[in-house]
């Protein structure tokens, strides 16, 4: 599981383009639900003084909603394949975090490193998932966290069936209309999405290595909010 090497390339190489509009356009097609759903996901998971890796951490949108929920209180490091993504946060952020290059599945710390591990729309874009879900575990304190904000893909075919026509037929006309051609680009996301395992085998890939998994659902099962516990 995963998208393998070939195919994330060909991600990669888009989420470079659409880095400008990038932010725009996820707030929309996730039909403004995205902030709710990382409030919803760090809440009561992460606290004051935590040690936080934000992988795949984009432009650092949990890494702002978990420094907004524990008043500024955090040891933050954005770690992101993407060095002009990371160029980007600075703005972003009062205090500019500590920044790592790379993937999920080379993870460059040590063993039992951080409190909270947060993937926010991230990890469905994986090389290995399990690889990247074992590198997770590693870095992560005993009773550390794993917190996934992201796309579902329900185990009832009816709302399946739903989620994947939005995909591919209304989401390409709502990034068109905020970003013009560029958001055209944001349509690979199927492409992960066809990759990315039913919500229930997710579950059972992270009970592999976490003791306890908390798994809830929106959009019909669309949307997934999601904590491992080691």
Request: proline share 4%; net charge positive; hydrophobic share 40%.
């Amino acid at each position: 599981m995963g998208l393998g090497s070939s195919y994330w390339n060909e991600v990669i190489e888009v989420l470079r383009e659409i880095i400008p509009v990038y932010d725009k356009v996820n707030s929309i097609i996730s039909l403004g639900k995205d902030v709710k759903h990382r409030n919803q996901g760090i809440s009561g998971r992460v606290f004051p003084g935590n040690k936080i890796l934000d992988a795949g951490s984009g432009f650092g949108n949990m890494s702002k909603t978990a420094l907004k929920l524990t008043d500024e209180n955090l040891s933050i490091t954005l770690y992101d394949p993407l060095v002009p993504m990371l160029k980007n946060t600075s703005t972003y952020f009062e205090k500019t975090p500590n920044m790592a290059n790379g993937v999920f599945e080379h993870i460059p710390f040590k063993e039992g490193e951080f409190d909270a591990v947060l993937c926010g729309y991230s990890l469905r874009d994986a090389i290995n998932l399990r690889v990247a879900i074992s590198e997770i575990h590693r870095v992560l304190k005993k009773e550390g966290r794993m917190v996934i904000v992201d796309l579902g893909k329900p185990d009832e075919s009816f709302f399946r069936i739903g989620v994947s026509f939005y995909l591919r037929c209304i989401l390409p006309i709502l990034a068109f209309a905020a970003a013009g051609k560029l958001g055209l680009k944001f349509g690979t996301l199927y492409g992960t999405y066809k990759r990315w395992p039913q919500n229930k085998k997710l579950e059972k890939l992270l009970l592999e290595k976490f003791s306890r998994v908390e798994f809830e659902k929106d959009l019909m099962g669309g949307a997934i909010i999601v904590a491992a516990y080691k």
